[in-house]
């Protein structure tokens, strides 16, 4: 397995819109009513003002 | 085996529940039939077979179905265990060779509280130094903390009085300022840094009394609205960054200045004096960022408010102006997932009850007068 940083970068950049598509998985439980996982991040952020930006590039 | 079930199951309004997994660190807001399921599905005394059959029996929901809904479950508590073999945050980190020497050193003040910084680098400077300048003060050697960040290969470092307490990936710098501001606020307010509940990705107003969280996706306007709100009086407790605190259950006021992007500048300008203020440039876009310092005399500010009401916010030139009560699991949605909650259990209740005693709104607007009414009403109450 890669470091715990890259996997930790990789679950983070997950969006809320991604989040919820991913639910369509869950189809079964979706038709009887809400059924929505949510991850918090794993550690403290602010958010970039630029996202995706690296200065040091 | 033993099967993974939710450590906490509570209902957040008439329809939806919350569970809490704690190999994870995973909410899941469901409808309460649903979560009936997953804990029927949690019980060793179910097996496949018997969980099909109960939901024929009492749900009427037919085999093909039932089974489809076993299938479901099964995938996500596998998530869910398989979540738990990952670490959530890194506590020790191992020796690192330290630069001999800061070209950059910055002293800065926080109520009685004098913090020295050294920076190893013109643009790691520029990541942390902006949103504080304003609390810059002469340096006289003596600091009740400091803090030093560095560069090594394409690590970033944070040293708090010579321990190492963050390193992230350069492109991941959002995270090392994040740990920056939790560690600046604990020692600001001498906190215990283990009992931090959470940080919101939220900015806080507060009327000296109370405070209101303001949520939305980025672009929303929140740093925006907040700097209206400045300008009419209220105290910006928090910009982007807002920590919960476990022991008094208080948001605790984050000293940056808030940040406005340059879309806001002029509309701001005539009810806030920042024609002056230095315009920075940040990321590969040029994106051009003013820092707003407070107009209130910092000192004279209360450090930590209770909050009740959480508005999500949206700037909508063409949709009208309204603020109506929001579902409770609408408001999770945007809240967890851009939040750092902390995993510890304890942690995750207190979460929980916390946020079910907050009243939660949405604030469509496009005319600022109506924003600002809005707000007047729900600190008035």
Redesign the interface.
């Known amino acids: 397995m890669n470091s715990?940083?890259?996997?930790?970068?990789k679950q983070?950049q997950i969006?809320?819109k991604e989040?919820?598509k991913k639910m369509g998985?869950?189809?079964?439980?979706t038709?009887?009513?809400?059924?929505?996982?949510?991850?918090?991040?794993?550690?403290?952020?602010?958010?970039?003002?630029?996202?995706?930006?690296?200065?040091?590039? | 085996m033993t099967k993974v079930s939710p450590k906490f199951i509570q209902n957040i309004n008439d329809d939806n529940v919350i569970l809490w997994f704690n190999e994870s660190n995973k909410y899941v807001v469901t409808s309460d039939i649903n979560s009936k399921l997953i804990q029927l599905y949690t019980n060793p005394d179910y097996g496949r077979d018997s969980f099909v059959s109960y939901l024929k029996e009492h749900f009427q929901i037919d085999s093909e179905n039932g089974n489809a809904i076993y299938e479901n479950i099964a995938d996500f508590i596998e998530e869910t265990t398989y979540a738990s073999s990952e670490s959530h945050t890194t506590t020790t980190f191992p020796k690192v060779e330290t630069p001999s020497h800061y070209p950059i050193l910055n002293y800065y003040s926080f109520y009685d509280k004098k913090i020295r910084i050294r920076y190893e680098s013109d643009i790691i400077k520029s990541l942390f130094h902006p949103q504080i300048a304003h609390h810059s003060i002469d340096g006289d050697q003596k600091f009740d903390t400091s803090f030093d960040i560095f560069k090594k290969s394409d690590d970033l470092y944070l040293l708090r009085d010579g321990d190492c307490v963050g390193k992230f990936k350069t492109e991941s710098f959002h995270f090392l300022q994040g740990k920056f501001a939790l560690e600046l606020t604990n020692s600001i307010h001498n906190k215990n840094i283990d009992q931090w509940i959470a940080t919101f990705h939220a900015s806080t107003i507060s009327n000296g009394k109370e405070s209101i969280m303001i949520i939305g996706d980025s672009g929303n306007g929140k740093s925006t609205l907040s700097a209206l709100l400045m300008a009419k009086g209220y105290d910006i407790l928090c910009d982007d960054f807002t920590p919960l605190y476990e022991n008094d259950m208080l948001l605790y006021r984050y000293p940056a200045a808030t940040s406005i992007k340059k879309g806001a500048f002029d509309m701001l300008q005539s009810h806030l004096d920042i024609e002056d203020l230095i315009t920075h440039t940040n990321g590969p876009k040029k994106v051009n960022i003013k820092y707003v310092p407070p107009v209130l005399k910092y000192n004279s500010l209360k450090s930590a408010f209770p909050c009740h009401h959480i508005v999500y916010v949206k700037y909508d030139k063409d949709n009208g102006n309204a603020l109506n009560k929001m579902p409770k699991d609408k408001i999770l949605e945007t809240l967890i997932p851009d939040s750092w909650i902390s995993p510890n259990e304890r942690h995750a209740l207190k979460f929980i009850n916390w946020f079910k005693e907050t009243n939660c709104h949405k604030l469509t607007y496009s005319n600022n007068d109506f924003a600002l009414s809005k707000f007047e009403e729900l600190f008035n109450g």
Do not use: E, H, W
């Open positions: 715990k940083m890259k996997n930790t970068n983070d969006t809320r989040a919820l998985k869950y189809a079964a439980l038709a009887i009513g809400t059924f929505i996982v949510l991850n918090p991040k794993k550690a403290q952020a602010t958010s970039p003002p630029d996202p995706g930006g690296n200065p040091f590039d």
